[in-house]
DNA sequence: CTCCTTTGCTACAATAATCGTAGCGACATG
DNA sequence: CATGTCGCTACGATTATTGTAGCAAAGGAG
């Protein structure tokens, strides 16, 4: 019924290496049939979660913990199937150190995301 | 389960006016109970096809049909759905003379987001 | 006034995505 | 060893999304 799908956006891990380096399977992003660069990145960005991650880590590092409560306490299994997506497509990393962040070119995707945040303003008052 | 939810975008229409006036209850947009405009935002255009949806809108109107085509086809259950939210949130409207376009303030949103374009070309080259 | 097409919109069953709760193994600290 | 945190997973329950059909209201052509 569907026209492609995320096959399953991360099958089995072995077992629970404390950082699991992110395999390299599955484009992650369904996108769009087309392929257009655009359309795959409004694709990725239009799940759930996925805009929210992003802004909560716009400047600062965050555990996978600390991410999930800031999201409102959002379901683990989401926000860790999230965090893959946005792992594969290099905009977010696991920190050596532990804890996650923007890459740099997640940080230049935030940059251009900005703006909305003085949208939102306007916009709440009609 | 959930913690707060789009009771049901819209639960039944008398009949099918032509066009249907929005009717202003619930209030579309679930919202990280925070209520912070942001926040919001980022759950309105975290929903499946919203993003694309102005996308499509950013040059043009667009028949509810042609919309769907636009949008690969999607289901016009969801886009309906999508396209009411849009509405009740400002930032789409039913054109007098048919077909949905971008009102002011969705406007000024697209706005925002053109940039995307070349990030979405950049973010394809690694 | 019919026939025909388009428009905005809905119903319905099936499928996929998301949610909540619980918990694992690895590692660090005391 | 006991405790706590880390990244991450399992799994049943609930929603959201998908596809396919189709309705009523205009509008145009004949």
């Given at each position: 019924?569907?026209?492609?799908?995320?096959?399953a956006a991360?099958k089995?891990?072995?077992?629970n290496p404390?950082?699991g380096?992110?395999?390299t399977?599955e484009p992650?992003?369904r996108?769009s049939?087309?392929?257009?660069?655009?359309m795959?990145l409004?694709?990725?960005l239009?799940r759930?979660?996925t805009?929210?991650?992003?802004?909560e880590?716009r400047?600062?590092?965050?555990?996978?913990?600390?991410l999930?409560e800031?999201c409102?306490?959002?379901s683990?299994?989401?926000?860790?199937a999230?965090?893959?997506?946005l792992r594969?497509?290099g905009?977010?990393?696991l920190?050596p150190?532990?804890?996650y962040g923007?890459?740099a070119?997640?940080?230049?995707?935030l940059?251009?995301?900005?703006?909305l945040h003085?949208?939102?303003?306007?916009?709440r008052?009609?």
């Open positions: 019924m569907m026209k492609t799908t995320t096959k991360a089995k891990l072995a077992a404390r950082q380096k992110r395999r399977k992650a992003v996108g049939r087309t392929g257009r660069p655009v795959v409004l694709d990725l239009g759930r979660w805009l929210r991650i992003l802004w880590l400047e600062r590092s965050l555990t996978s913990r600390a999930r800031a409102d306490d959002a683990p299994t989401i926000v860790q999230r965090v893959v997506e594969d497509t905009l977010l990393e920190n150190a532990g804890g923007l890459t070119t997640g940080q230049e995707l940059a251009t995301l900005l703006p003085q949208f939102a303003e306007r916009w008052r009609q």
